[in-house]
Structure formats: structure tokens, C-alpha cells
């Protein structure tokens, strides 16, 4: 309903306001696009990902992956998303009905579901952890405690388990009430807040005795610790971080207003995610190091060294409580865009209903995810393809589906789409004038992104050598 404003501008914003539920303001674009990169894997990911490939050097590296590959991909995404006006099968579908490209955005959605089965564990964690902080569990500055706590949660059976089916409901039930305008007022908020908050950490991190070490580990390059599967590592966290490779920006492309200027909303968005993880990394590392604690212990760093942190600084665990609280919010904000791209899918595709697409999605989520969540204690010893169940569904999400999407995405975008689609696109009909750039980007799509990304990922699998003996 249209409600009757005197101040002439809002009733004339409320008027003009474009049928199909889309972004209104440039400010609601960005947060809700930051809403899905910022995420576990900024607070989580990023920070033990790097502890356990090295530091500094793996930073430099990963900086590199996400301006010279997971950028463009972005932008590719946006451009198709934005023009389409579809899921991401339907964009490709409606951009080129005769060949099969739309099985680009098939594997984007079969990757979001992949992710989910393992996101949601984590997550689970996360919300557990709130109320463990609020109840006073993890009272204590030293992490060999803190690790009891968690090794407890994390080996359990029915306490994960619940946590699990919990946050798939909450998630379920923003996505039902298609309430995308409530999350992102929501998250238009609580981002800056938990961005203020990761500032309060850092301060006390910093202030901690040895705290210097922790810096130079993750500012001091050393480039003996660079080896393939850390490139890969690090291509992968890119396309992770900034939910790249399978559609998830196609879809919130999608949208967007015609009038945005999206390569600077990528750069934008890039640029805030790296700060929010570059925020993660100075919280947890010179606590690590100040500890006498390893970098590398992998993903558990998080659940243990942040509570001994907070625990060793006055109202430690209001604080404590409050950034759980937040990284479960962020963590939610991408569990929305990834579920968001399953949801688009069966709904325009099939003309399912929300509310069937998103009952039967979060149930086959639940099912799956059930073996991720017990792969620290029923599954421990079962593994694919020596991995863990839960290390199985990251890794090949991660560091193979959303590599090899982007390789497509970026090759339909410069090969098939062409030059004089995207220069339209990108200079919104020609009132920007940005060819350099487009001509730049389509270098960067037709050559630089599939040639840096299929090495990366050969070499980073051990193929190339296969691939040589095979020849020899
Ligand atoms: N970027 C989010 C994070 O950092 C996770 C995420 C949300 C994602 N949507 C995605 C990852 C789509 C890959 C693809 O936590």
C-alpha cells in the first residue's frame, strides 16, 4: 500500500519505485552483496586457511587470486544477472537457448548445495557458540580450556545435530517469508557493528605481550612457504570469499538497478571484504602467537583462541557474546544468498512454490549435512577419497566446482556473449564512458581468468604431471 507522505521526494521515490522487488538504493545494493561475502568466511576461513599455509606470503598470494581472477568473475556475474533478470540457469538459458551453457548455472546450483551441507555445520557452531558465551562456558584465557569446550561440541552427536537443523530453520524461514528487505535492513546495521567490534578485538590483540609476532606472521612475507596447492588454496578462498563461481552474483545481479555502476560496485565490495577478513587475521593472530600457540591449527582456530581472548579483557564476555552473535548474523547473511540461488532456481524454473522449493531444499540440506556435521565423531574414520566427509564437501566446492565455474562463466561472458553485449551492459547503454575498462575486463575474461585458473588447478591437483608422464 501506498501510504500518503508530505515530504514530496518520499512519495515520489515510493511512486516510481520499479515493480519487481529489487535493491532500491545504491547503499541496500552493497549491503546485501557484502551480505554474501561476508561471512564464515571472512571470521573463520580466512584466518585459519592462512595460518595453515603460511602467513604473509599466502596473503600476497591470495590478494593477487582475487584482483586478477575472482574480481572479473564478479563482474561477469553482475553483468549477466543484472541483464537477464534470472536464476542462474535461466540466465544462461535465456542468453544463448541452444547450446548448453545453462549447465554452468546446474553446477552453480548443485555447488550451493554442496556448500550449505558444510556451512551449516560451522554455523551451528557459531550459534551454539553464543549461547555457550552467554552462559558462561567459556570463561576462561586459556585456549587449553577453551579447546575442551569445543572438542566437546564438535565430537558430540545430537548437540551439533541440533545446532545444525536450528540454523537451517532460521535461514528457511527468512527465505519463506521472502523477507530479502528485512535481512538486508537487518544486516545494514549489524555489519557496521560487527565491524566495530572486530576493531575493539584488534586493539586487545594488539595489546597483547607478543603480539608482534602475530603481526609479522601475517604481514611478513616469506616466499619459501609458496608451493601450488597453497596458489590453489588461495584461488579457491577467493571465489569462496567473495561467492563467486556458481551463480549466487548472477542471481543477486539480478536485482540490481539498471543505473548501478557495477565495476565499481565490485571493487567496492572486494575491497570491503578484504578488510573485514585482513580484520579476522589481526583479532586471532597475535593472540595465537602471544598464546604460544600454533598458527596451523586449522578449523578449530577460531572456537578456541577468540574466547581466551575476550576472557583476558574487561567485559570480556559481553563482548564475547556479542561478536558470536554477529558472526552468526554474517554467517546467516550468506547462508541467505547461497540458499537464495536454489530457491530462484526451482521457483522460476518449475514454478514451484517458495515455500515447497524451500521445505524440500532445507530438508535435503539437513540429510546430506548430517554426515558433514558427525565427520568429528560417527564419520571420523569414514572418508572419500581420504578426506573426511567435511573436508571432502570444502574441498571440492571450494577449490574445484566454484574454480572451474568461474573458468566457464568468465569464457561464456568473453567468448560467447561478446565484446558488444558486454560493453552495453557494463556502460549501462552507453551513458558511462568506461571502454578502457570494458576493453581491459573482456583481456581479463577471454584470457587471463580460464588460462590462470585451469593451471592453477592442474598443477594444484597434481594433473600436470600426470598429464606430462601420460605424453612422455
Ligand atoms: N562468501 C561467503 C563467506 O565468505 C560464503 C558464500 C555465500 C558463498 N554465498 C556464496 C561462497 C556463494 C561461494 C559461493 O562466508
Known amino acids: 500500500m ?9 512519495a515520489l521515490k515510493k511512486v516510481t519505485r520499479p515493480k519487481r522487488e529489487g535493491f532500491s538504493s545504491s547503499i541496500g545494493v552493497i549491503a546485501a552483496v557484502l551480505g554474501s561475502a561476508v561471512g564464515l568466511g571472512n571470521i573463520w576461513k580466512f584466518p585459519y586457511v592462512t595460518g595453515a599455509n603460511g602467513g604473509a606470503a599466502f596473503i600476497l598470494v591470495y590478494l593477487l587470486c582475487l584482483a ?67 552462559g558462561g562456558a567459556l570463561l576462561s584465557v586459556k585456549p587449553e580450556d577453551t579447546s575442551l569446550v569445543f572438542n566437546a561440541l564438535v565430537s558430540g552427536v545430537g548437540e551439533p545435530l541440533f545446532w545444525q537443523v536450528f540454523v537451517l530453520l532460521v535461514t528457511g524461514t527468512i527465505i519463506m517469508a521472502g523477507v530479502t528487505k528485512g ?70 545481479g539480478s536485482y540490481v538497478d539498471k543505473n548501478e555502476n557495477l565495476p565499481k ?10 578488510l573485514v577478513s585482513l580484520m579476522a587475521g589481526i583479532a586471532i593472530f597475535p593472540a595465537v602467537f602471544a598464546f604460544g600457540f600454533k598458527p596451523d591449527a586449522g578449523a578449530k582456530l577460531l572456537f578456541i583462541i577468540i574466547p581466551a581472548v575476550f576472557n583476558s579483557m574487561p567485559f570480556g564476555r559481553v563482548f564475547m557474546v556479542l561478536f558470536f552473535l554477529l558472526t552468526a548474523v554474517a554467517a546467516t547473511g550468506a547462508m541467505l544468498s547461497l540458499l537464495e540461488v536454489i530457491i530462484a532456481y526451482l521457483t522460476e524454473q518449475y514454478q514451484w512454490t517458495r515455500r515447497k522449493a524451500t521445505l524440500l531444499t532445507i530438508l535435503a540440506i539437513g540429510s546430506l549435512g548430517s554426515t558433514a556435521t558427525l ?25 574445484i566446482l566454484l574454480p572451474v565455474g568461474g573458468i566457464f562463466i568468465a569464457l561464456f561472458v568473453g567468448w560467447q556473449w561478446g565484446y558488444a553485449n558486454v560493453k552495453r551492459e557494463m556502460s549501462n547503454e552507453g551513458r558511462l564512458k568506461n571502454d578502457v575498462l570494458v576493453r581491459v575486463f573482456m583481456f581479463f575474461v577471454k584470457f587471463i581468468v580460464p588460462v590462470a585458473i585451469t593451471l592453477v588447478l592442474l598443477a594444484g591437483l597434481g594433473l600436470d604431471k600426470r598429464i606430462l608422464s601420460f605424453f612422455s
Not at 265 to 274: N, S
Not at 379 to 397: L, P, S, V
Open 2 to 10: 501506498l501510504k500518503y507522505v508530505d515530504v514530496e521526494g518520499d
Open 265 to 274: 560496485m565490485a571493487i567496492k565490495v572486494a575491497l570491503a571484504d578484504t
Open 68 to 134: 586478477l581472477v575472482g574480481l572479473p568473475v564478479m563482474l561477469s556475474e553482475h553483468l549477466i544477472g543484472r541483464h537477464t533478470k534470472a536464476n542462474a540457469v535461466g540466465a544462461f538459458k535465456a542468453l544463448q537457448p541452444r547450446r548448453p551453457w545453462f549447465l554452468v548455472g546446474g553446477a552453480g546450483v548443485l555447488s550451493a548445495y554442496l556448500i550449505m551441507v558444510y556451512y551449516t555445520t560451522v554455523a551451528g557452531w557459531v550459534y551454539a557458540y553464543v549461547f555457550k558465551a552467554a
Open 375 to 399: 565427520s568429528n565423531s560417527i564419520f571420523a574414520k569414514a572418508t572419500m577419497f581420504g578426506k573426511t566427509f567435511f573436508d571432502f564437501y570444502d574441498f571440492t566446492t571450494t577449490n
Open 183 to 252: 535481512i538486508e535492513r537487518v544486516t545494514k546495521v549489524l555489519m557496521p557493528l560487527l565491524f566495530i567490534l572486530l576493531l575493539i578485538i584488534d586493539i586487545r590483540s594488539l595489546m597483547l605481550p607478543g603480539a608482534g609476532e602475530g603481526l609479522s606472521f601475517l604481514f611478513k612475507p616469506d616466499f619459501s612457504k609458496i608451493t601450488v596447492g597453497v596458489i590453489l588454496a588461495a584461488l579457491g578462498l577467493a571465489f569462496f570469499k567473495l561467492s563467486v563461481g556458481m551463480g549466487a552474483m548472477i542471481t543477486y
